[in-house]
């Protein structure tokens, strides 16, 4: 992996900085594993066991076997002519019943992912046995009482999902002690280490992964090492055996010593590389002596490889005198099959620096790499890349995480659409638990909405990373005799929201009781894409840093015409005012001066006299008004890269813990986030341009109790002294309760209790007054449902001795539909965050996964117990803020028609402004116009946003 992730208890996440060694720190490596192989067999053999006419050597008794042995070392690895013939899979699990998937809409994944099939699907012993027409006499010769029959009633097919960057198993979730198995400290340089050996069976996340529509994936060493050790290609279902290698798809023969046939050809071995940052940072080195590891690391394969190919000519040549064993070694072997082309290297690198230390390396050596993972500045080096050795790398990359260190600070969205119009190969990957591997396809949906065409999108997360790890034989497509892997769609699975009815893995359906949610026709297409041309091309111009601030502010008149729909907050929360339906009386126009609306009508009942000389006119070409949105949860506004603390603004203290300065007031001091402000980071700019116009951040504290007091910002403010700039100084008081602190939880509590119970004097003491006497909201970073419910009495007990109603919001939430009914009855509200629940962490782990698993998500349940719910950010996932307004959608698709398309909208603004305190009419203060859809849609563009506080329209 390679992003640091912290405890997520604390939603005012924060940076390195002075991280307590109880602060969960979750890297993993992004390298690409290595696997051992030493193909051997008949069939192969180019060299004749001849006897020298000249020598009188004695011929070994194995003599045939050394030669058979040198004529294999050479076979690029594939599946045996054989293959395509088979009528079972190798992984067939007996007894499992055949089944016919009648009339889906099948992506194929043939012609370039062009092709889609309109037919019926048949499932038989692990593999497909037919598409499309299963033929008549196929069919007949089931006993139809066998035959698991299913309608999918038109409904989209496609091959399973595939994940060419995973910690699943070798990452555990919810992280333990013993979950961390992806990094090895012992050096820079270890081929001979394998992620099999790490990959826990009893990961929560499998099933929930499933649950997307994963039904493969590549486990790879961490990327902690510059060579991190060979990676496994797993399928995620459960097995009979229950055990890590009977997950293994086509492990390489030696996977557990001589215990298997050895197979010809052989099969792909994988290697996990890593470059830059991490292998720097874990081995207190530099770049320099990465690659010097690198290379003295490939010189030992070479040479090895040199005596193994001598070795083998004097074999074939009768030479046995003196021969002695085939020259081989356990720790070098792995890259000796590198040389010889045996394996595909799967290798994190970010940077032109580092890529380019790579390209070097592969032509000094002579040795292909499979792909670049992460690989953030990969879009602006195409050329470089296509100067690797043998063939070009596919590059395997995020969306939208970026930023998070320096080596992703260039990184783009418009970088899958830029690396597939250089014919160059684009896969979209998890680097699980880094991004939640059960919403891979979300990451292929935003790569479409930003430019990569649907056909290469789709193929980004099956047929292409099957082909780079070298399974495209049998996985990736829906062909005739490939693996029984098969999604089943309760949409297209590019448009947002999508989710599995059923998923078969080896032909088995993994999910026993599918919850489906009726999705709308107009979600069954490829959604449409806006134009970005033009910011994709300022992308490349600006070497990656393109501008972000608006085209134009402006403060005169601004008329927008021609949308569909009208979301506005009038005060009582966000409410739909409009749909497009052909009525007269609909507004037409929507009239914005000095950045607040004035007039919704029509031209006739807006008044046109004060319009100005020359008022803007925007036309939205169909699409939408809405408020403004509001993101918590991240750093945002206090972090440019969040790996580099001198871009932040740190940590707080922790009073627990640590003695604080008495010139701050000692443990009763209270730090306010508004000082720390910096404006223009990207990622405020970025949110700004996607729809969020406020930002609501606390002081960071990843390990203490009380983090201070938030403040509200406008995310499009060019620093802190500009009109409207500072949207609330100070909103709420923030504190965070999560057992990876290094007091007790009861401590925790015991202080808190404190106090508001008189305990807390000096500024502090202000503070409480104010969330006593119900004017400040207090804001509690915590997910266990046993800490929420101390909570609930502890409201109870300090309202009833002080008289007082305090405004509780429980902040991350992840097991609070457990409580749902207190939760209301005890009148608190709760911010989801992360929007989608993760088991991340123990007092994490009973989440409501939504469907297909079940039919409430976290968000809906506690919605329908009349619970004031918001949708926030993870604790140190600033670049996630910009995706606030899909987020909120998935909220509302995941529920069916039950979430209306303004509850949606207010998740993330009017129940916001609630829930932390922000003043009435803040979010109505912001306006944001989207063209060709709303604002939740993957369609619309937002292309104007108007900011009454900052008394401008901002147009992109
Ligand atoms: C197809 O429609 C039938 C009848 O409405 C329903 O029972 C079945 O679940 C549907 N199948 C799928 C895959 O949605
Ligand atoms: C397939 O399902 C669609 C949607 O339910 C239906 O309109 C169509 O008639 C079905 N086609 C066949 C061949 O059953
Ligand atoms: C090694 O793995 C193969 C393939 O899964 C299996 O058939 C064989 O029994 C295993 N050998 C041992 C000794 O476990
Ligand atoms: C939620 O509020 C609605 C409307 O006031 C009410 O009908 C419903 O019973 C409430 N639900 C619960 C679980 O209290």
Not at 218 to 235: C, D, E, R, W, Y
Request: net charge negative; proline share 5%.
């Amino acid at each position: 992996m390679d992003k640091a992730i912290i405890a997520p208890n604390n939603p005012e996440w924060c940076s390195t900085r002075k991280r307590t060694r109880h602060h969960p720190l979750l890297r993993a490596a992004l390298a690409f594993g290595l696997l051992v192989v030493c193909g051997y067999g008949g069939l192969f053999t180019d060299f004749q066991l001849t006897r020298s006419k000249t020598s009188s050597a004695k011929i070994p008794i194995n003599a045939q076997q050394i030669l058979q042995k040198c004529a294999n070392l050479n076979v690029i690895p594939g599946p045996p002519p054989d293959f395509y013939s088979r009528t079972e899979s190798d992984r067939y699990v007996a007894k499992t019943r055949p089944t016919l998937i009648k009339n889906a809409t099948i992506w194929t994944g043939n012609v370039d992912g062009l092709e889609v099939v309109l037919g019926d699907l048949l499932l038989d012993r692990g593999i497909i046995q037919a598409v499309g027409q299963v033929p008549v006499n196929v069919l007949n010769a089931y006993d139809r009482g066998g035959l698991e029959i299913v309608d999918a009633n038109g409904s989209w097919v496609s091959p399973g999902i595939v994940d060419l960057h995973s910690h699943l198993g070798d990452y555990s979730s919810p992280k333990l002690k013993g979950s961390d198995d992806t990094n090895s400290r012992k050096g820079l340089v270890q081929p001979w280490l394998r992620s099999l050996d790490s990959l826990n069976t009893h990961d929560d996340a499998y099933q929930l992964s499933i649950a997307g529509g994963v039904s493969t994936a590549v486990i790879l060493p961490g990327s902690a090492n510059a060579i991190g050790g060979q990676a496994f290609v797993i399928k995620l279902r459960p097995t009979e055996e229950r055990s890590p290698s009977s997950m293994l798809l086509e492990p390489p023969f030696t996977f557990n010593g001589s215990g298997i046939k050895e197979v010809q050809p052989p099969r792909w071995r994988q290697l996990k590389q890593a470059c830059g940052e991490n292998p720097s940072r874990f081995y207190s080195g530099t770049r320099m002596d990465t690659i010097w590891a690198y290379r003295k690391g490939y010189e030992e394969a070479r040479k090895l490889k040199v005596k193994q190919d001598a070795y083998c000519e004097k074999a074939a040549a009768g030479q046995w005198n003196a021969l002695g064993d085939f020259p081989d070694d356990l720790k070098w072997e792995a890259l000796v099959d590198v040389l010889r082309g045996k394996v595909k290297i799967q290798n994190h690198c970010y940077e032109a620096v580092d890529l380019d230390g790579i390209v070097r390396l592969t032509n000094e050596f002579k040795f292909p790499i499979a792909a670049f993972h992460h690989a953030h500045e990969t879009y602006l080096v195409p050329e470089l890349l296509k100067k690797a050795y043998g063939h070009t790398p596919a590059v395997a990359l995020f969306a939208t995480a970026a930023r998070y260190k320096r080596e992703s600070y260039r990184g783009s969205e418009f970088a899958p659409r830029i690396l597939a119009d250089q014919g160059i190969e684009v896969v979209m990957k998890s680097d699980h638990p880094v991004l939640n591997s059960r919403f891979l396809v979300y990451e292929a949906q935003q790569a479409h909405y930003y430019g990569l065409a649907a056909n290469l999108a789709l193929a980004s997360v099956t047929s292409t990373p099957a082909k780079i790890m070298g399974q495209e034989h049998r996985i990736g497509y829906v062909r005739k005799g490939y693996d029984a892997d098969i999604v089943l769609w309760d949409s297209h699975p590019l448009a947002l929201g999508a989710t599995p009815k059923q998923v078969f893995i080896d032909g088995v359906a993994q999910l026993k009781h599918p919850f489906v949610v009726p999705k709308s026709e107009a979600l069954q297409h490829v959604p449409n894409t806006p134009d970005f041309e033009e910011e994709t091309k300022a992308a490349l111009e600006y070497d990656g840093l393109p501008p972000l601030e608006p085209k134009e502010s402006v403060s005169e008149t601004v008329i927008f015409e021609n949308f569909d729909s009208l979301f506005l907050d009038l005060g009582d929360g966000v409410e739909q005012i409009f749909t497009s339906n052909g009525h007269e009386d609909e507004p037409q126009i929507a009239i914005v001066q000095n950045g607040k609306l004035s007039c919704i009508g029509t031209a006739g009942t807006c008044p046109s006299a004060d319009l100005g000389v020359d008022p803007r006119i925007v036309d939205l070409h169909g699409g939408s008004l809405a408020p403004g949105l509001v993101s918590y949860g991240s750093p945002l506004g206090l972090v440019h890269i969040l790996g580099e603390e001198t871009t932040q603004d740190g940590e707080v203290f922790d009073g627990l813990t640590t003695k604080i300065p008495s010139i701050l007031g000692g443990d009763s001091a209270v730090i306010r986030a508004v000082d720390g402000l910096q404006f223009t980071t990207r990622d405020a700019l970025l949110a700004h341009r996607s729809g969020v116009s406020i930002g609501v951040t606390a002081p960071c504290s990843s390990s203490g109790v009380l983090a201070g007091l938030s403040t509200a910002f406008s995310t499009g403010a060019a620093h802190k002294l500009v009109k409207g700039a500072v949207v609330k100084d100070e909103a709420a008081l923030h504190v965070s309760l999560s057992p990876s602190f290094s007091a007790s939880v009861s401590t925790q509590i015991a202080m808190l209790r404190t106090m508001l119970d008189g305990g807390a004097g000096g500024e502090l003491g202000v503070q409480v007054a104010k969330v006593l006497e119900g004017k400040m909201p207090l804001v509690i970073g915590v997910h266990s449902a046993d800490i929420m419910a101390s909570l609930i009495q502890l409201k109870s007990e300090i309202e009833r001795t002080t008289g007082s109603i305090i405004k509780m919001t429980f902040a991350g939430g992840s097991e609070a539909h457990l409580l749902a009914k207190e939760i209301a009855a005890a009148n608190v509200g709760v911010i989801i965050a992360p929007a989608r629940s993760f088991p991340f962490f123990w007092d994490m782990r009973r989440i409501l996964p939504g469907p297909p698993l079940t039919q409430q998500s976290a968000v809906s349940a506690l919605l329908l117990n009349n619970v004031t719910v918001g949708v926030g950010v993870n604790f140190d996932e600033s670049w996630a803020v910009r995706n606030t307004r899909f987020d909120v959608s998935w909220a509302a698709l995941q529920a069916g028609g039950e979430i209306s398309k303004a509850e949606a909208i207010s998740l993330a603004s009017s129940n916001l402004e609630k829930l932390l305190g922000l003043s009435p009419g803040t979010v109505a203060s912001n306006l944001v116009a989207t063209s060709g859809g709303t604002i939740l849609d993957v369609e619309s563009k937002v292309v104007a946003v108007a900011s009454a506080k900052r008394g401008v329209v901002d147009l992109f």
